[in-house]
């Protein structure tokens, strides 16, 4: 008897921990960023990959999809759609102002009165990775 309601506790457990992860309270994945153009630890103040181009564009894109997936869109939204949790990034202008507001949470994440409504990204991210979902994002705004 004893055993049978250890196992059903355990059964239950894994049941619950299994419901935690697919509502996505994970931990931000850190993301491999050693193809992108190089920044380091100073964070610049504008996106430095918006102008560039060609392969090593489609290559910024193709990380910052990946770390999007990953780390924003549990909240922000599948393809940077919102669903209304959280703001749509897609809105937030691709200027001097959206990158520094950018900037600005990323950072320091959104914490109000003790309550963390959005954790801070670059604890696990590069600025190389968080500047490639800014680049995503903007590659989803050009193509509407
Ligand atoms: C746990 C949920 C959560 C995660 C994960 C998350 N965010 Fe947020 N984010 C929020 C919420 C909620 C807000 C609104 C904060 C507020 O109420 O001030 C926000 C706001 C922002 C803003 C400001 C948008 C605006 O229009 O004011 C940016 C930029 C942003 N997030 C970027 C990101 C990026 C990039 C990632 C992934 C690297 C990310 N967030 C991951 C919840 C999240």
Request: overall charge negative.
């Amino acid at each position: 008897m004893k055993l049978i309601l250890t196992l059903s506790t355990m059964a239950t457990a894994l049941v619950f921990s299994a419901a935690v992860l697919a509502h996505g309270a994970v931990t931000p994945q850190s993301i491999d960023t050693s193809t992108l153009p190089t920044l380091g630890e100073e964070w610049v103040d504008t996106n430095p990959y918006r102008e560039l181009g060609g392969e090593v564009k489609v290559e910024i894109i193709r990380v910052g999809e990946s770390a999007y997936a990953q780390n924003c869109a549990r909240c922000h939204g599948l393809q940077a759609i919102s669903g209304g949790i959280a703001p749509d990034l897609r809105e937030l202008v691709a200027d001097f102002d959206g990158d520094e507001w950018y900037i600005e949470r990323v950072v320091n994440g959104a914490v109000r009165n003790g309550a963390v409504y959005m954790p801070k990204m670059n604890e696990h991210l590069n600025q190389e990775a968080l500047w490639a979902v800014r680049s995503y994002v903007e590659s989803l705004t050009a193509n509407e």
